[in-house]
């Protein structure tokens, strides 16, 4: 009599490396909603998303191509980008009654200083509330767009304020 072996595969999602399940399971215990990062070359998205069992449902969203819309006239992928971008996205959660999440990065390496970072930076600045380090967002000289004028030879930090302005509603 031959033994019969069974091969339970790996979750699609993870088999791609696209999802790690244990990471997710943690933020789902939680309870709150996740403001999920994701940044690509030229563009920052950051969303609201809300656990559904039938599929998780994306509640606000936002990214560095409205922000084009707006008047932004600079890269969208660069750290001043990804600060004004987790702004919007934190003023929109605000309107919408949603005052604090958890921070999801995906399968992105946390990296002090780095875009994901400036993007909760401009979530927290607009009033969410999201566990986080100091430490761990970039230098205002950075954010502002003072390191990039050295040697671009151009007035982001003024951009950048007068976004900051737009967004928030002249405040």
Known sequence: MTEKTTHRMPLKRRRLGKTDYRK???????????????????????????YNPEGDRVVISAT????KKMGWKHHGGNVCA?????????????????????LD????????GSNVFATL????????NIPHSEDCFPSD???????????????????????????MGGR
């Open 24 to 50: 997710r399971l943690a933020l789902l215990k939680s309870g709150k909603h996740r403001l999920v990062v994701r940044v690509k070359p030229r563009q920052i998205i950051a969303q609201i998303i809300e």
């Open 121 to 128: 930076k401009g979530a927290i600045d607009a009033g969410m």
């Open 82 to 102: 990804a600060y004004l971008t987790g702004l919007l996205c934190g003023k929109r959660a605000k309107e919408k009654g949603i005052t604090e999440a958890v």
């Open 64 to 67: 560095s191509l409205e922000l």
């Open 105 to 112: 990065i995906g399968l992105h390496t946390p990296v002090h």
């Open 141 to 167: 000289e950075r954010i502002t767009g003072k390191t990039i004028e050295e040697y671009r030879k151009n007035n982001i930090s003024k951009d950048v304020e007068e976004m900051k302005k737009k967004i």
